[in-house]
């Protein structure tokens, strides 16, 4: 159960059921805009664009509508270390350090450091966040706010007890809810989002258990354990179904899809993982259609706005009238 009242950056005390009921008064579009370039020391918008995976296109839209990226916040948030209340309102009680995850994290943060540590920060900054959701979020949230029905909780939240229906069959993560929970809390984002703190995750990596082959059922085989629905082997430019691709929770969470909505495609001895959420072209391996033909390459949207398909030295431009985009590579494994 969380204590009733909190005391914000203003030194106010503030009742934590109010402050959750209603969504968060931030400003969005140039003046979030204005504020990533900032903190990431970057020179423009299509640098920004490189860094978090995101078409300029997408970042104009953003400005016009002055939209507040939730997910991207968290993001950022969980790969840097830099707090969601200065993200979101510009309020930062300590020095701002976006590379303080990194093997040096007194390098000064630009375009050229943070693209040469972009393996270094604790979640990829160019790349949807695949957090818990549906009923593991609704549970989460019914817990840190100690309320015992989905009616109670959809009150408190001022959502109707439909939505919480449509983020259980949707699985849907209500990335915005989260941040009102997390700064009325004080419970950590990570926990919010994957159910335990990042210092547990690293345990886990780093705490290796010797295989005990003699397993008492089959059932502690498969413990934990989800197929890929939608696995596939591309051959010839066809899509042909296989067998599902089954691994557990763990692998499914680090290689950055989710088993039951993403794809993963077999082809000349390499498993592609597949995000379908990212249909978007800034850079990056994609599966797309041309003219009934699947093929896995490299797309990537240039500063004129357009997309091109990259074959070495060679740019071709796409027609977006003859190609579909059905997802982005977001990692590969490689049999030899």
Excluded at 148 to 157: F, G, M
Excluded at 249 to 267: K, Q, R, T
Excluded at 270 to 293: C, E, P, Q, R
Excluded at 303 to 317: T, W
Aim: include cysteine; aromatic fraction near 10%; charged fraction near 20%.
């Amino acid at each position: 159960m969380i204590d009733q009242f909190y005391i914000n950056s203003n030194n106010e005390k503030v009742n934590v059921y109010t402050f959750i009921k209603k969504p968060l008064a931030t400003k969005g579009g140039k003046v979030l805009v204005d504020r990533l370039l900032h903190v990431f020391n970057l020179r423009n918008k299509i640098e920004l664009s490189e860094i978090i995976g995101v078409s300029t296109g997408s970042i104009a839209t953003w400005q016009t509508r002055s939209t507040v990226p939730y997910e991207l916040l968290i993001r950022i948030h969980l790969a840097t270390g830099i707090s969601i209340a200065y993200l979101l309102f510009d309020k930062a009680e300590v020095d701002l350090n976006v590379m303080q995850y990194c093997q040096d994290p007194n390098k000064t943060a630009n375009f050229a450091s943070i693209n040469q540590n972009i393996h270094s920060f604790h979640y990829p900054l160019h790349q949807l966040l695949h957090c818990d959701g549906g009923v593991p979020i609704i549970n989460r949230l019914l817990k840190v706010l100690g309320v015992e029905s989905k009616a109670e909780l959809a009150r408190l939240c001022s959502v109707n007890i439909g939505t919480l229906a449509t983020w259980q069959t949707r699985k849907t993560t209500p990335h915005e809810l989260l941040c009102r929970v997390h700064l009325a809390t004080g419970v950590s984002m990570h926990d919010l989002c994957f159910g335990y703190e990042w210092e547990d995750r690293k345990a886990q990596e780093n705490d290796v258990e010797p295989v005990d082959n003699t397993c008492s059922s089959q059932d502690s085989l498969t413990d934990g354990v989800t197929g890929c629905d939608n696995t596939y082997v591309l051959d010839n430019g066809k899509l042909t179904t296989t067998t599902h691709y089954v691994a557990n929770n763990f692998f499914w969470s680090n290689i950055g899809i989710s088993p039951a909505s993403d794809i993963v495609i077999i082809s000349d001895n390499k498993s592609y993982f597949i995000d379908k959420k990212a249909l978007t072209v800034t850079k990056g391996l994609y599966l797309f259609l041309v003219n009934g033909v699947f093929q896995l390459g490299e797309l990537r949207q240039l500063p004129d706005g357009n997309v091109y398909f990259i074959d070495g030295d060679d740019k071709y431009e796409v027609n977006p009238e003859t190609t579909e985009v059905h997802g982005k590579v977001v990692s590969v494994l490689a049999r030899y």
